[in-house]
Each structure stands twice: as C-alpha cells, then as structure tokens.
C-alpha cells in the first residue's frame, strides 16, 4: 500500500516544487504550463506520458492549445504520495 505524505513530508515537497499548488480538497498538486504552440505543448505531453507509463503512475491532464494543466495524487494513499513528488520531479526536469 502507498503511504500519504504526512503535513510535513507535503510542505516539504510543495518547498521543493514551487511552481506546483495545493490543492487540499483532493489533496493533490497541480501546475498549468504554457507553450508556444500546441505541438510544443503535445510534445511535452508526450514525454510525461512516457515517463508516466514506465513508473506506473498517471497524471490527470488536461490541454487546449499551448496550455497543459496537470494534477498529481495518488488514488490509492487517497492524496499525495512519494510517488507524486517523484513524477512531479520528472516532469520538472523535461523542462
């Protein structure tokens, strides 16, 4: 079973991430990212969702032209999870 991050470990990687926001009624964390185009966008949809399927663990995303939104939880803790705060760097180093 995947552990939710307690207070703490959740300030700790808000800390470590601030370009991403709480979002306390899912207790998640999401980001809205901007493009130049909608294939600059598609394409870094593209390399997340690679790197989404090899650690097992998918975004809820949306994206309407040169905008990709993002939101990370973990279903199974019920909230954020390491595996968020992992994803979420993986996503940051794309950029």
């Known amino acids: ?15 470590r991430f601030p370009g991403w926001t709480h979002e306390p009624k899912r207790d998640a ?4 990212f901007k493009f130049d185009d909608f294939a600059q966008a598609f394409g870094f949809m ?25 939101l990370l939880t973990t279903h199974d803790a019920d909230g ?5 705060a992992k994803l979420a760097e993986a996503i940051e180093a794309l950029l």
């Open 46 to 70: 593209a390399s997340v969702a690679i790197i989404a399927e090899k650690m097992d663990h998918h975004p809820e995303w949306s994206n309407v032209y040169n905008r990709v939104d993002i």
């Open 1 to 15: 079973m995947v552990q939710k991050l307690d207070d703490a470990q959740r300030d700790a990687l808000l800390a």
């Open 29 to 32: 964390i999401t980001r809205q």
């Open 80 to 84: 954020l999870s390491e595996r968020d």
